[in-house]
């Protein structure tokens, strides 16, 4: 049976596909997340040199690795909108925008507050938490962009050639913010002392994909109500069940 | 460890617990935002259909 | 229709826009105050230690110069794009990737050209030395022309929208990072005694990636905010 997947690239398509498959990712999401963290509470020692507030690093580095990672599949979204002139692309980068935001925002705020008591300050200049700064401020630039442009089409192009212009300046950047580091002897968060317990790793690694799949599941919900935001004028959605109930 | 300690941290619950406990609270905050959007879309899509319903369509 | 050659068209388009500038001199008059006036406030915020404000002042100087270039950058089209011109521009055969070349060479003449030239003038009030101020002026020299070219990208991007000047800046500064942080520390790198070459090719290496990348991306976002 050849499933004709480019009919889901239709808005119309894809927004029962998303409905649908969305509890498959919030469920997991959920499941794994409490694993993960029972693991890193329960299972993983506590560390010789941090004591307990280490812990912090169990959302604090999925959080990290996830607010970049979502920046590059947004721009990898707008870019395609932009070249194919596929409208999904562009709802699925406008959609992603705001969760990269908020992970950018909370590994910031677990990346304070790990190194108040590390380190005794409410904000470290550590390259990382500095790029992670930077990369919220991105986040914030792609979405007043499109928030200030009325006219649709323009918005997604305008978003997705700055998205893409942001995407080859992470790069230089991060480089940028770790040589001034280094040259102001600035800390570095890092796990000192014992090196990785294996059960830490492992919690970790369950957060991270269980907070992705959490991505996932947002992005889908969030491009829903963008489609029918986007397409309240067509026949297709005054049809649908939940607007004529 | 014991339930107490648990929640004690070694003294460090302040910042374990402000950082699970923003985290958490960002993620329900945007699961509701997210229902708030799909909410007022429907409504307003609802509020349209039944405006066209009552005086034709205006297109 | 006159056959124009690559410096040719770069050569008429700097000479109107700094033509047009000139008539409206104030425009370029306020963005150096404005420069002078944010450098100036800096020591009536921190105190006049001369010791601190020699460490800060390569740092207060460059961020003012980004500010002041950020300010400028909304009339880099706005006026073409209010009259009609810059709609005859791209309609026009000749490449618009060069002639938004030529607006940013204007740009930069009339808002990093004259800030480099001033700095040192301001870098005396921090008490800085003969060997900082002459990187200074070279890192500005070198730099500016960037900041003016990644601004082309976002004044491009935000032609015609409310919210103008904070817009652009808003989008356009994270991304000139880089410059401000090898800008900024080249003078450090000198005033520790170190040199500054490896500070200043960096910058040399940005202006010429920028030079080669810029025009082309600009031009596409004009395009996207035109149709």
Known sequence: MAINWFKYSAPSTFYGLAGKLIPFFAWPAAILFAIGLYIGFFVAPTDAVQSEAYRIIFIHVPASILSMFIYLIMAGYAALGLIFNTRLSSMMAQA?????????????????LWGKPMWGAWWV???????????????LGFIALQASIEDT?????????????????????????????T?????????????????????????LVACWLYVIAVA????????LERERNTQWVNELKEVRS | MSVGE?????????????????????????????????????????????????????? | MIKLSLFGLLGLVVRRDLLLAMRRRTDVLTTLVFFVMVVSLFPLGVGPEPDMLRKMAS??????????????????????????????MMLAPQSLSVLVLGKILAHWMLSGLPLALIAPVLGLQFDMSAQALWILVLALLLGTPVLSMIGAIGAALTLGLRGGGVLVSLLVLPLCIPVLIFGAGAVEAVNGGMSAV??????????????????FVAAQALRISME
């Open chain 1, 96 to 112: 992603l925008a705001p969760t990269g935001a908020l992970f950018a925002f909370i590994s910031l705020w677990t990346g304070a």
């Open chain 1, 183 to 207: 040259l102001h002897q600035g800390a570095t968060i890092k796990m000192t002392g014992t090196s990785m317990h294996v059960a830490m790793q492992q919690a970790m690694f369950i957060v």
């Open chain 1, 153 to 181: 089409r323009r918005a997604d192009k305008a978003a997705a050639l700055l998205a893409i212009v942001g995407s080859v300046n992470v790069p230089i950047i991060y480089f940028s913010v770790k040589w001034w580091n």
């Open chain 2, 6 to 59: 648990f929640f004690a941290m070694n003294g460090y619950a302040f910042y374990v617990w402000g950082s699970y406990g923003v985290a958490v609270l960002v993620f329900a905050i945007e699961a509701w935002l997210v229902r708030n959007r799909r909410k007022n879309i429907l409504r307003e899509l609802k509020l349209m259909r039944l405006d066209t319903e009552e005086n034709g369509d205006r297109a």
């Open chain 1, 220 to 227: 889908l919900a969030r491009v829903r109500s963008i489609i």
């Open chain 3, 59 to 88: 740092g207060v100087v460059w961020v003012a110069a980004l500010l002041a270039s950020m300010l400028s950058l909304p009339r880099m089209f706005s006026a073409d794009h209010a009259d009609g011109t810059l709609e005859q």
């Open chain 1, 125 to 139: 200049w550590d390259a990382r938490l500095t790029s992670e700064l930077i990369l919220l401020f991105l986040y």
């Open chain 3, 198 to 215: 490896s500070n200043l090719a960096l910058l040399g290496a940005f202006m010429l990636f920028a030079l080669v990348f810029t025009p």
